[in-house]
């Protein structure tokens, strides 16, 4: 009787199929299409952009479907605009971005008389218009597996090299790349499996713990045709070499030298050097050096108009904050000194020597606010509110400043500051009457204690329009959760129209995320995998407090990284989460490239356990609740082989999982469509299934009470 209760609810349910395509016939979906819609308009946001005349006396803003001019000596304004102060350029075309992982294969040189490219691993150099033709390089081929003019697909990936060749800025001198994979072991994927025949791609591709390619800077000096080689690599004596890793390759502002910053394996040492184009010979400007975690591989610079002076970021205090150097090495002076991240430059000004910037210097971090300090280091001010973020636009006097003031819960204004702060005018101001007049809620930002029991985390969490405190509610959490990831700036947020399906929805920031300094961060030190979960679970937990949370039909989704910490989610803790949808997840940590794995894990030669405690694969047979898998057949970032040795390791232990491939598709997510159907069947419609059986049961019980007592009393 039971079975065949249960049996005739699935029956009369559309949703516990398996097609994707059932997604329009689930409940609230009607609602989910009408309110996404509305949603995209629901808020008129009171942001301004605006256009300072030279002066910095007036500027022009669009407000209202209209364009206005402020004057600020007389408070007022007028309809029209402002001439664009900035001469007209020809239009040239934006330059492409090269392909996931790769480089740009052709270069031209400042003066526009030369062009470098990179073809068949050899370079070519040549008139602009591709006459006289010569190679400058010979030695790269397939078999040797030696390249010049182009990097390693990691260094593309993970370092950010979109330039494998770089003219000096007077056009006399070429420096390029030199790649010798001979030691890197390869990767094959097949591709066009939608077609009768396949075709194999083969990638050198290091796995973590695996050779590294040796990569070498060479110049070519094109009067002479001499080409030299870069001293880029130095042994540290400690049995690790300074040039295991080069990048971040540019001339000097002056063009006398060529620079690049260099680390070791570990990269917990890193390098801004300088070399001799002409000798070689190369000297270290700036050393970054961190005992127990990594390091920051590319910080930000700015150089004075001298091309000798530089601010640089570095996060040697515990945060991240500003140094005035020189060329020389030596350290001019510390511009900041909070014990919070700064965030970016907003204006240098050298006539005044005054820097303004934007840190996280509120209370709570993901408030953003604008700094002015001299360039000395002294005299260091906020000027905005930190009860609010801060976008700001800075008058070219700097006399005022536009301020778009906002945060989680409250929508943008647009306010005209003067150099101290005050508020001389309000421009313009959000309008919510769409949004409260469709019922929509607002985002609200809560705080819990991470798995540490010490540290504050924050998140957000989002409600759907009718959303009712006396029902119980499933939720979803969007992750991705990776070391320097996440720790975004708090601006009005809108909620998910996904909550309308009937969701709670939550972002999380656990330990490792971005913002919050080193020590946020270095719990995930050779140990990814298990800190930021429990951070995920932490907070699952604090919210599954309240009364309207479902705490047992909560489910985790997210991609690449997401991926894998929803999977992890699933298997760490099945008290947090009852469902998790995994797209392109890395499994195994072992299964990854070098420079993004051993960052943060240490080789796995030397950290076994590390790699093991965050490995997937090892957790499979812990497995409890429901499990969505997806991954691209022609996914060249996390191979495909991390999900079917999961799946391998999961069929092993007998467990039930959902399997989707995106047949010849890279690093992608799975169906959003499919992904809102499987979460609305293992946590809305089991949660119906579950109480209908529990109800049935207590009519079994009742029915057994009573015939017990119906007996007893014809006794």
């Known amino acids: ?240 070499s300074l040039g295991e890793y080069v990048y971040t390759v540019r001339w000097s502002p002056k063009g006398d030298e060529l620079l690049f910053n260099r680390c070791n394996r570990k990269q917990n040492t890193m390098e801004l050097c300088a070399a001799r184009p002409d000798t070689g010979a190369c000297r270290m400007v700036v050393r970054e050096s961190q005992d127990h975690m990594w390091i920051q591989n590319s910080p930000e610079i700015t150089w004075l108009e001298d091309g000798q002076r530089f601010i640089w970021s570095s996060e040697r205090n515990g945060f991240h904050n500003y140094y005035l150097y020189d060329l020389s090495g030596k350290l001019l002076a510390t511009l900041t000194k909070g014990g919070y991240d700064v965030d970016r430059i907003v204006k240098l000004d050298e006539k005044n020597g005054k820097l303004f910037y934007t840190a996280r210097s509120a209370p709570n971090p993901y408030l953003r606010q604008l700094h002015r300090v001299d360039l000395n280091g002294k005299h260091e001010t906020r000027l905005t509110d930190p009860e609010f973020g801060h976008s700001v636009d800075l008058a070219p006097d700097e006399d005022h400043f536009i301020d778009v003031s906002e945060k989680i819960d409250v929508p943008p204004v647009a306010i005209l500051r003067d150099a101290k702060g005050k508020q001389v005018a309000q421009l313009a101001k959000s309008d919510l009457s769409k949004f409260e007049q469709a019922g929509f809620r607002k985002t609200e930002r809560f705080s819990f204690t991470a798995a540490d029991g010490k540290t504050t985390c924050y998140g957000t969490l989002q409600f759907p329009s009718d959303f009712d405190p006396n029902k119980k509610w499933p939720m979803l959490v969007s992750v991705y959760g990776g070391p320097d990831s996440g720790g975004g700036f708090e601006r009005f947020e809108t909620p998910n129209a996904v909550t309308e399906l009937g969701f709670l929805f939550v972002n999380i920031d656990g330990r490792g995320t971005d913002g919050r300094g080193a020590a946020f961060k270095q719990a995930l030190y050779r140990n990814l995998g298990v800190p930021e979960i429990d951070d995920q679970a932490a907070g699952v937990l604090e919210l599954a407090k309240r009364p309207y949370v479902d705490a047992k039909h909560v489910g985790i989704f997210g991609t690449s990284y997401g991926g894998y910490a929803s999977a992890l989610a699933l298997l760490r803790h099945p008290e947090a989460f009852a469902a998790a949808a995994a797209s392109s997840p890395v499994t195994d940590w072992r299964n990854y490239d070098t420079i993004y794995t051993e960052r943060y894990m240490d080789v ?112």
């Open 604 to 715: 796995p030669q030397d950290n076994p356990a590390g790699y093991d405690a965050g490995s997937a694969i090892k957790l499979a047979k812990n497995l409890k609740g429901r499990l969505l898998l997806y991954f691209g057949t022609a996914d060249n970032n996390v191979h495909p082989s991390n999900t079917l040795q999961f799946v391998a390791a999961l069929q092993a232990a007998s467990k039930s999982f959902n399997l989707m491939a995106g047949p010849d598709l890279g690093h992608t997510g799975v169906n959003q469509a499919h992904m809102w159907e499987f979460f609305i069947d293992n946590l809305v419609e089991r949660r119906v299934t579950n109480t209908l059986s529990r109800q049935y049961s207590r009519l079994l019980a009742r029915r057994k009470v009573a015939a017990k007592q119906s007996a007893r009393s014809e006794l």
């Open 1 to 240: 009787m039971t079975s065949r209760l249960i049996t005739l609810a699935i029956a009369a349910s559309p949703l516990l199929g398996a097609a994707q395509d059932r997604l329009p016939t689930m409940p609230r979906y009607d609602r989910y299409v009408k309110l996404r819609a509305t949603l995209a308009d629901s808020v008129v946001r009171g942001t301004v952009t605006v256009r300072w005349s030279e002066d910095g006396k007036q500027f022009s803003f669009d407000q209202g479907g209209k364009s206005w001019v402020y004057d600020i000596g007389t408070a007022s304004k007028v309809e029209g605009k402002l001439p664009d102060a900035s001469p007209t350029l020809p239009r040239t075309g934006r330059r492409r971005g090269p392909e996931r992982g790769r480089q740009f294969d052709t270069a031209t040189s400042p003066d526009k008389k030369f062009k470098a490219v990179s073809k068949d691993r050899n370079i070519v150099l040549s008139d602009a218009d591709g006459g006289h033709a010569e190679p400058i390089t010979t030695e790269g081929s397939v078999e040797k597996r030696i390249k010049y003019g182009v990097a390693s697909w990691v260094y593309g990936e993970e370092l950010g090299v979109s330039d494998a060749m770089w003219f000096s800025p007077d056009s006399k001198k070429l420096a390029f790349y030199r790649f010798d994979e001979s030691k890197v072991l390869d990767y094959f994927l097949t591709l066009d499996e939608k077609q009768i025949q396949t075709k194999l791609d083969v990638e050198p591709y290091p796995k973590a713990g695996a050779p590294n390619p040796e990569v070498q800077l060479l110049v070519y000096d094109i009067a002479s045709g001499k080409t030299t080689r870069v001293d880029s690599s130095f042994d540290s004596g400690l049995g690790a």
